[in-house]
């Protein structure tokens, strides 16, 4: 196909947004998701989903069949198996069968010095449509911990929240067990926490805890900036004493930018004594966390106090960003 011809194709299937509904709209966008090209294919797919055609599911389900077929030729990149996938998905399809095709998709294409996976987006994404599949939720979940183990990051921690949204308190120990396997990634380590929190809160918060201790300092940030977005006033707690255990310096920065997000009061509680008893830049990020604070319409009297009585070069600061968070 020419590139003329190409971008033809794609100004008609773009054009087809505006178009009011109709048999013959139906039909050509039907006739795109049969295109042999996969871009094309691709934004079909998505336009598919946009529109809410849900007539167009057995269309798609045909178009990644076709595509697992020889897919390093008729589908580099996963793009048409990644947008059919997803537009699946959005679609409320909730057969189970073309995900698990596709979770199990592995695509190694040339690269400079070697071959790469081009699957990882289309396994996430199919993990994530299984939890609304009908399967037993034991079944996904066992799905779900393979692709706790998977090769790419970004599956790994698709696998984890797929374990939240699944909502079953059998997920716990799982996220449990890669948490204590330990990841390359520490963020996976870190969705991992976030999704035993969406589970068993109560749980989970000394399970968390003990993490604060672990050698590796990336897997301590995750630690605290998961407890400190818990429901649990008992996170609060135990991030008050690793404060007080002579938390590295270094970490002080992260733990006070996710305590302004907290949904807890005892959070800005423990930012308004931070604010009173650090200094420099600690100093200010608590400030600022204030501001950002659900909280910090009830607080801002004592931060005013607070300032002038430890901080008064941090006056503008305060005056900038309270007044910008109330604008």
């Given amino acids: 196909m020419s ?33 042999r090209n996969n871009y094309l294919v691709s934004k079909a797919a998505s336009l598919t989903a946009s529109l809410a055609l849900s007539d167009l599911i057995p269309d798609l389900l045909a178009a990644f069949d076709r595509f697992l077929i020889d897919p390093t030729k008729s589908d580099p990149q996963c793009w048409a198996k990644n947008a059919i996938a997803k537009a699946l998905k959005d679609l409320g399809h909730r057969g189970a069968q073309v995900y698990l095709r596709g979770i199990v998709h592995v695509q190694l294409e040339p690269v400079f010095g070697g071959r790469a996976d081009s699957a990882g987006t289309l396994r996430g994404t199919c993990a994530l449509a299984l939890v609304d599949c009908q399967l037993d939720d034991l079944e996904v979940l066992g799905y779900l911990a393979e692709l706790l183990a998977d090769s790419e990051t970004p599956v790994r921690i698709d696998a984890a929240t797929a374990i939240s949204q699944l909502a079953r308190p059998e997920g716990a120990p799982l996220l449990r067990l890669k948490a204590l396997l330990g990841d390359a990634e520490p963020e996976v380590i870190g969705h991992c926490f976030s999704a035993l929190l969406s589970l068993t809160s109560k749980m989970a918060v000394p399970f968390i805890g003990r993490f604060l201790k672990a050698q590796d300092d990336d897997i301590r940030v995750e630690a605290a900036g998961a407890l400190a977005q818990s429901r649990e006033p008992r996170a609060i707690e135990i991030l008050r004493n690793f404060w007080q255990d002579h938390m590295p310096r270094e970490m002080r920065a992260a733990l006070v930018a996710s305590l302004g997000a ?27 966390a ?25 006056r503008l600061q305060f005056e900038q960003a309270f007044a910008t968070r109330q604008a």
């Fill in 262 to 288: 907290s949904p807890l009061s005892e959070a800005a509680e423990f930012l308004l004594s931070i604010l009173e008893n650090e200094s420099g830049e600690v100093a200010a990020g608590a400030l600022h």
């Fill in 3 to 35: 590139k003329q011809a190409f971008d033809k194709k794609l100004e008609a299937l773009d054009a087809l947004r505006s178009e009011p509904d109709s048999p013959a709209k139906l039909d050509q966008i039907r006739k795109a998701l049969k295109d």
């Fill in 290 to 314: 204030l501001a950002a604070s659900r909280f910090r319409a009830d607080i801002q009297n004592q931060v005013s106090v607070v300032i002038e009585a430890r901080h008064p070069n941090l």
